[in-house]
Protein backbone atom coordinates (compact mmCIF):
# COMPACT_ATOMS: atom_id res chain seq x y z
CA UNK A 1 0.00 0.00 0.00
CA UNK A 2 1.53 3.39 -1.05
CA UNK A 3 1.01 6.55 -0.10
CA UNK A 4 1.13 9.31 -2.58
CA UNK A 5 1.81 12.91 -2.07
CA UNK A 6 -2.07 13.71 -2.57
CA UNK A 7 -2.70 11.30 1.05
CA UNK A 8 0.20 13.42 2.46
CA UNK A 9 -1.21 16.93 1.37
CA UNK A 10 -4.79 15.81 3.27
CA UNK A 11 -3.36 14.81 5.95
CA UNK A 12 -1.39 18.14 6.55
CA UNK A 13 -4.65 19.95 5.72
CA UNK A 14 -6.80 18.37 8.06
CA UNK A 15 -4.60 18.84 10.84
CA UNK A 16 -4.24 22.67 10.01
CA UNK A 17 -7.88 23.11 9.03
CA UNK A 18 -8.45 21.92 13.00
CA UNK A 19 -5.75 23.92 14.31
CA UNK A 20 -7.88 26.73 12.80
CA UNK A 21 -11.21 25.43 13.99
CA UNK A 22 -9.63 24.31 17.80
CA UNK A 23 -8.27 27.92 17.83
CA UNK A 24 -11.36 30.06 17.23
CA UNK A 25 -13.80 28.10 19.58
CA UNK A 26 -10.85 28.66 22.09
CA UNK A 27 -10.78 32.39 21.35
CA UNK A 28 -14.54 32.32 21.01
CA UNK A 29 -15.21 31.20 24.65
CA UNK A 30 -12.40 33.29 26.49
CA UNK A 31 -10.08 30.34 26.69
CA UNK A 32 -6.26 31.35 26.94
CA UNK A 33 -5.12 31.41 23.23
CA UNK A 34 -1.54 29.46 23.44
CA UNK A 35 1.91 30.64 22.17
CA UNK A 36 4.93 29.28 20.18
CA UNK A 37 5.52 25.62 22.08
CA UNK A 38 2.19 25.59 24.54
CA UNK A 39 3.73 28.68 26.42
CA UNK A 40 0.49 30.47 27.57
CA UNK A 41 -0.28 34.04 26.35
CA UNK A 42 -2.08 36.36 29.04
CA UNK A 43 -3.03 39.57 28.07
CA UNK A 44 -3.46 42.34 31.06
CA UNK A 45 -7.26 44.04 30.20
CA UNK A 46 -7.78 46.31 33.00
CA UNK A 47 -11.95 45.94 32.07
CA UNK A 48 -10.86 42.29 33.90
CA UNK A 49 -9.85 44.02 36.91
CA UNK A 50 -12.96 46.31 37.00
CA UNK A 51 -15.43 43.41 36.60
CA UNK A 52 -13.42 41.36 38.96
CA UNK A 53 -14.18 44.30 41.64
CA UNK A 54 -17.48 44.77 40.70
CA UNK A 55 -18.37 41.05 41.14
CA UNK A 56 -16.90 40.83 44.65
CA UNK A 57 -19.08 43.68 45.50
CA UNK A 58 -22.53 42.10 43.86
CA UNK A 59 -21.44 38.77 45.92
CA UNK A 60 -20.83 41.00 49.20
CA UNK A 61 -24.54 42.54 48.36
CA UNK A 62 -25.91 39.35 47.56
CA UNK A 63 -24.60 38.09 50.94
CA UNK A 64 -26.55 41.30 53.06
CA UNK A 65 -29.41 40.70 51.31
CA UNK A 66 -29.66 36.60 51.91
CA UNK A 67 -29.53 37.78 55.63
CA UNK A 68 -31.89 40.56 55.39
CA UNK A 69 -33.91 38.32 53.73
CA UNK A 70 -33.73 35.30 56.49
CA UNK A 71 -34.25 37.79 59.09
CA UNK A 72 -38.11 38.78 57.61
CA UNK A 73 -38.91 35.31 56.52
CA UNK A 74 -38.26 34.40 60.31
CA UNK A 75 -40.37 37.14 61.43
CA UNK A 76 -43.06 36.56 58.87
CA UNK A 77 -43.20 32.78 59.98
CA UNK A 78 -43.04 33.16 63.80
CA UNK A 79 -45.53 31.69 65.58
CA UNK A 80 -45.87 34.63 67.97
CA UNK A 81 -46.40 36.33 65.61
CA UNK A 82 -48.84 35.05 63.49
CA UNK A 83 -50.61 34.32 66.58
CA UNK A 84 -51.07 38.05 67.15
CA UNK A 85 -52.50 38.20 63.60
CA UNK A 86 -55.11 36.03 64.23
CA UNK A 87 -56.01 37.59 67.47
CA UNK A 88 -56.25 41.07 65.18
CA UNK A 89 -57.84 39.82 62.88
CA UNK A 90 -60.58 38.24 64.87
CA UNK A 91 -61.46 41.96 66.56
Known amino acids: ?6 FVVAIILIT ?5 VTTAIRARHGYPLEGEWGATVHKKDPETDVLKAQNQDLKAT ?8 KVLERITTDPSRQLDDDIEQLR
Do not use: A, I, N, Y
Open 62 to 69: VGRLEERL
Open 16 to 20: TVGWV
Open 1 to 6: MSFGPD
